[in-house]
């Protein structure tokens, strides 16, 4: 065996090598976000309680227990919490690894507001079944075929959607497919699965690089394609009023996604907030978070009403 044939097998060997190490570290990794260890609804509530100044009384305000099969074939649970007298619902959807418990703090604003609260809990969330946390991919399906269900019980009610993290960028999602939304927004979602790698690198070129790897594990792997994860399309599809909050001090979810989103859809308001870490905005800013928030609604209201003359 020559020196250059020697050469040539030292080096295939250590490519290989490497993408062993490439994919195996790259599975771990995707492992740890799609299958995360389940957090019980008790730890969830406590912590809202304990990190975000949930108000313990709002655990109290009554809510009739819903489930239903997804379409995937795993138990879905949800809660629904009626505004007396109100024909309008607005479908709040939590972010990574928690449940209906981190909506609650919104609960009194859109009560307030004369909507009923239709929380879900996401699969392998809350109450929820599912294997994997899939970042909107299967999730988009269960809420709009919860809407579906909604719309049968309730056929006067108009629908709006709120979300939050990894719930926001699917409320976008689910709002892309409902041309009669009143409302949509979206409060520190990311774009697409490449701007959640905004939190890790800020060459563009990096993550355009990985995301094939990404793509490939996630399909394989875990049973989902993360093409199938992209609010920055969907965002352009979205026929009604939209609202997009974030902060610049996100290190979760870098505030970059926020500025994403905004150029994909120009028409939509954007209100930026200096400091707060992830979700944390409506904690250290509530009169400023909730003034926004009942500003927009009002007006996306107006919206609305005008659409149904015109038609």
Sequence with gaps: MSVGEIVLIAVVLTV???????????????????????????YLVEYEIEEKGLDRAVTGIPFEQLFRTSRFGYELAARFYVCEG??????????HNSCFASQLKY???FLSLGYNVFIPDHRRSGLSGGDTVTFGAYEKYDVLDW????RERRTEDDIALFGESMG????????AEIPDAVFLIDYCGYAN???????????EGIRKAVMPSIRLVSEHCFGFDVKECDALEAITRVGCPILIMHSKADKTVNYKNALMLKEAAPQAELHTFPDSIHARSITKYPDEYANTVKEFVL???????KRGKDV
């Design 168 to 175: 926001a960028a699917t409320a976008i999602m689910v709002a």
């Design 16 to 42: 290989a090598a490497l993408l062993a190490v490439w994919f195996i570290g790259l599975y771990f990794g995707i492992k740890g976000l799609v299958k995360p260890k389940k957090r019980t609804v008790d």
């Design 107 to 109: 609960l009194t604003l």
């Design 86 to 95: 109100s024909s309008k619902t607005v479908v709040c959807l939590h972010g």
């Design 147 to 150: 809407i579906s269900e909604l």
């Design 299 to 305: 007006k996306a209201e107006a919206a609305y009403a």
């Design 193 to 203: 699965f490449e701007g959640l790698l905004t939190r890790y690198t800020d060459s």
